[in-house]
């Protein structure tokens, strides 16, 4: 079979490989989409992985089940199925004894394509350890197109879900990538008043009207960011829930020092991978609520699949490009004009 893999810093190469076998308590499931995340294009951007190298990556994978190994009795052959992070750590951990698997202190470097499984970036994937792994089968309605997306779309899920968010609240968005619109789509089915998107892209105000915000702020035009809320709010205060989705120190600092009202919160959803560059004295008299935000969990995907199939949500325009695994560096991993690009799927199969 034909895989992806990773050797170092810019060093991906596309590679014949045996096909896998199913061991005991194993699974071959046979992707139609891998996504490329924002964590691939860093893996391949520094040449390292949690773990060592050479490794297939991609931990975004939806397909079909191919074969089961002994001891299997939850899927069969013909299961449509995504497959995502560890669903609980074999130790049991005090963070998987609590459900909140998302901060398993094991889950993540064990999670294929990251940590050392080999990952989804191929004709065929080999689920390790069926047991402990976020195993979830696709309804018949959803598109695997839609379903591959679980990974970014309940990232949002998630934050939302932990905010203080309620039903007629004002919110920001701080990022108009995939994470913030998703956002933006769970914020409007979930009663919010106004949803303000801020952004750095003019060009996609129209998709962010699409998905549910009711007004854009261009970030590097805007000259005064919280007077520009307070005035679509027509209140003194920004907002009462901030959500920060790019994952820069720049956007963080605009969540808390312009968008957020005293006593509000800021969610952060975006990983930022920066020192941190803000005053705790020029703002915590104001008692805003600070709230990180990591990953998901299985419950959230369900959740996700539940309404996608119900047509409760949908997410037109978010996938921009389909490639094969032959352009994954050029049209993927090393990509240089990124306009207008939010999610980019791998179809091994081309």
């Known amino acids: 079979m034909k895989a992806g893999v990773l050797y170092g810093k810019q060093d991906f190469r596309i590679e014949e490989r045996p096909r896998p076998s199913a061991g005991p308590n194993q699974l071959v499931v046979k992707i139609e989409y891998a996504g490329i ?3 691939d294009v860093e893996f391949y951007k520094i040449g390292m992985v949690p ?3 050479p490794m297939v990556l991609g931990h975004e994978n939806v397909g079909t089940v191919v074969e089961v190994g002994e001891g299997v009795t939850d899927f069969k052959v013909g299961d449509r199925i995504l497959c995502g992070p560890p669903s609980a750590c074999e130790q049991m951990c005090p963070s998987c004894r ?6 398993c202190i094991y889950g993540f470097p064990k999670t294929a394509g990251i940590g050392g499984p080999d990952g989804g970036f191929a004709e065929y994937f080999l689920v390790r350890d069926v047991a402990h792994t976020m195993l979830v089968k696709i309804p018949d309605n959803v598109d695997p197109k839609d379903a591959v997306l679980f990974d970014v779309i309940c990232v949002s899920l998630h934050g939302v879900r932990k905010s203080r968010f309620k039903v007629g609240d004002n919110v920001v968005v701080s990022g108009t990538g995939p994470i913030g619109l998703a956002a933006i789509q769970f914020l409007k089915v979930g009663g919010a008043n106004k ?14 009207k699409k998905y549910g915000a009711d007004y854009f702020i261009n970030a590097r035009e805007c000259k005064d960011i919280g007077n520009e809320i307070k005035k679509i709010l ?3 205060v920004g907002a009462d829930v901030v959500f920060e989705c790019a994952g820069n120190m720049e956007s963080l600092s605009n969540c808390i020092y312009q968008c957020v009202k005293p006593g509000g919160q800021v969610v952060v959803l975006g990983t930022i991978q920066e020192p941190m560059n803000i005053v705790p004295g020029s703002f915590s008299i104001f008692e805003p609520d600070i709230q990180f935000s990591f990953v998901y969990t ?3 995907v369900r959740i996700y699949l539940d309404m996608l199939a119900a047509g409760k949500i949908s997410f037109p325009g978010m996938v921009t490009d389909i490639i094969s695994l032959d352009e994954c560096v050029e049209k993927g991993l090393d990509r240089k004009d990124r306009r207008g690009q939010l999610k980019i799927l791998i179809n091994p199969n081309l």
Do not use: D, H, Q, W
Request: one cysteine or more; proline letters at 9%; glycine letters at 12%.
């Open 51 to 53: 773990a060592p190298l």
């Open 37 to 39: 995340c924002g964590t």
């Open 234 to 236: 027509g209140s003194p």
């Open 298 to 300: 299985e419950e959230e």
């Open 195 to 208: 949803i303000i998107a801020l952004g750095t892209n003019s060009e996609k105000e129209p998709l962010l």
């Open 98 to 103: 609590r459900g909140e698997t998302n901060v």
